[in-house]
């Protein structure tokens, strides 16, 4: 039997999804009889349907992905590879360059056109494999003379500022133009903090300048400096983005950006705070392609990996993630959630704001406008019939009662809290107030996690550990261990890239018995060493003996001064 799926007449389609009625396509085909244009450009002229209907129906008719450009930021470098006369011959706008993968991301009126497809692999010399996107044409031809017809280097975009004059009021328009030059640096700052691989982009005015940090690898690093007469045209085209109001300076605000850059879909969450000199604009990165990350891909021993599965497969309870901000408790939930995530199983979760949307998951994030905090939301879960429930976060008492009573009552619970151990998870637990009488036998397990950078393959040098440092990784003998030196791939830092240092805590009986009687941390930790418990610090001390970071790496961010004492 044939897997084929039947492609239907763009009409029929519009009309089986109700986007169109009969009547409505009985005038579109007796006009294109009598002018002769393609069906989709009359449904349009003649008002039946949008750009944005139609290009999904044909996606889906084509079975091609689409993209809307109108939500878009196209790469430098792709634009830099087909020349404006053959983009416009073509109908074909380059978005995108993953020079890794050796693809470049294309967007078309007709992806299957393949002498089009031919004479773009043909310009770049074979070198890329050409990804084709659907786009309404006249998108197409808009962004053509908008990209090619501008300045789109920042350093260019710089100098077009400096010698010319900005139009501040354009920039309140929600549909400002793609000449306004600061438009375009706020563009290539956003494509250029992507590309490098920032988590967070920082905008922080000083008295006579504004500084441009970005944060690599959980580590700040400072890009640029403007002049601080850029800054007003900036913060107001930030506004507009995030759909801030701009005409409020003394309050902090928040808001989001949805846009398209190098070919994938991407959020920023954006913050305003009032400070001194200006506002100060933060700006989190959420890339959803790096945010789902395989359970087997967090960077897990084996045997914190066969653990985590173990706790993951009891049905019900509640698993906690401990570690300060940024130390990436949220991805490994949504890796959890991920691996679990099936049509059989309901999951909910409550999040403060929602950062990546997951398939068949109900995702709700806590409001407070409409008096939505963590309890109530869970009370409201709770009458949804749901199997597995994410909470953002345990903050205070009446949060963290609802949780263990949703994990009571044969709910599987995920949440985070703020503390440095896993271990110490239970301390603070009884300190929020949650009784001793109620953590026994509810809690699955604990996992305390760290992120740190990871040595660059290009440059990282070989040398033999000194005796103090043998004793600080637990090693008699000496092994080769590798240091941080630099080189252009990784722009001079040593390191490219992050992975994750974990300590997890499995709780069974006897660990139930202790935490009933309130016993020390000490007492607890004691009797988990004695179980196999592997803490943070050997977990680092591991990845630096394998040659995957370095010994200065883990003691910038983990204790290590109890393996001296």
């Not at 040098?461 to 103090?468: G, N, T």
């Not at 990845?543 to 010994?551: P, R």
């Amino acid at each position: 039997m044939s897997n084929t799926k039947k492609t239907l007449p763009l009409g029929a389609l519009l009309v089986e999804k109700g986007l169109l009625t009969e009547d409505q396509l009985r005038i579109a085909l007796l006009e294109q009889r009598r002018s002769g244009t393609p069906l989709g450009k009359l449904l349009v002229a003649l008002g039946f349907v949008s750009e944005g209907v139609l290009r999904e129906a044909l996606s889906e008719n084509l079975g091609h992905h689409s993209i809307d450009l109108s939500r878009t930021v196209a790469d430098l470098q792709a634009i830099r590879l087909i020349p404006k006369e053959l983009a416009k011959r073509l109908l074909a706008l380059p978005v995108g360059l993953d020079s890794a993968a050796a693809v470049l991301t294309v967007a078309m009126v007709d992806p299957n056109n393949l002498v089009a497809l031919d004479q773009l692999r043909l310009q770049t010399r074979d070198q890329y494999r050409i990804e084709a996107l659907l786009a309404a044409e006249s998108d197409i031809v808009r962004a053509i003379d908008q990209y090619y017809g501008f300045e789109l280097s920042i350093d260019g975009i710089l100098h077009e500022i400096e010698t010319g004059e900005i139009d501040y009021g354009s920039l309140a328009q929600a549909e400002a133009e793609y000449s306004q030059p600061v438009v375009r640096l706020i563009d290539a700052l956003l494509a250029d903090a992507v590309n490098r691989g920032a988590s967070d982009l920082h905008f922080e005015p000083e008295p006579s300048f504004v500084r441009i940090r970005y944060r690599i690898d959980g580590v700040l690093r400072q890009i640029r400096a403007l002049h601080k007469t850029y800054w007003p045209a900036m913060v107001v085209r930030l506004k507009v983005l995030s759909g801030m109001n701009i005409a409020e300076t003394r309050a902090p605000q928040d808001g989001r950006i949805s846009l398209t850059l190098s070919g994938r879909s991407l959020d920023f969450r954006v913050s305003a705070q009032p400070t001194s000199w200006g506002e100060n604009l933060v700006l989190r990165i959420l890339d959803r392609q790096k945010g789902l990350v395989p359970l087997d891909k967090l960077g897990l021993s084996r045997s914190n990996l066969d653990l985590l599965r173990l706790m993951i497969a009891r049905p019900e309870g509640i698993i906690l993630v401990t570690g300060p901000t940024g130390s990436g408790k949220t991805t490994t939930l949504y890796s959890i959630l991920n691996h679990i995530n099936s049509v059989a199983v309901n999951i909910m979760t409550l999040e403060d704001p929602v950062e990546y949307p997951l398939p068949m998951i109900r995702q709700t994030s806590v409001n407070e406008v409409s008096k939505l905090d963590f309890a109530n939301g869970i009370r409201a879960m709770m009458r949804q019939d749901p199997d597995v429930i994410l909470i953002g976060e345990i903050r205070d008492r009446d949060t963290a009662e609802m949780a263990f009573r949703a994990a009571m009552t044969g709910h599987q619970v995920y949440s985070t809290l703020h503390t440095s151990s896993a271990v110490g998870a239970l301390p603070r637990l009884l300190d929020i107030g949650v009784l001793p009488d109620v953590l026994t036998g509810n809690i699955i397990g604990i996992i305390a996690q760290r992120l740190v950078r990871t040595l660059c393959p290009h440059c990282k040098q070989a040398y033999q550990p000194d005796a103090f440092e043998q004793r600080l990784l637990g090693i008699r003998q000496p092994q080769t261990i590798y240091r941080a030196v630099g080189c252009p791939q990784c722009e001079h830092q040593g390191y490219r890239g992050r992975t994750t240092v974990m300590e997890l805590l499995r709780l069974d009986g006897e660990l139930d018995e202790l935490i009933a009687r309130r016993a020390s941390q000490r007492e607890v930790r004691q009797l988990a060493l004695r179980k196999g418990f592997v803490p943070l610090a050997d977990d680092a001390c591991r990845k630096v003996l394998a040659g995957e970071t370095a010994l200065e790496e883990i003691a910038r961010v983990i204790d290590l001064t109890e393996r001296v004492s």
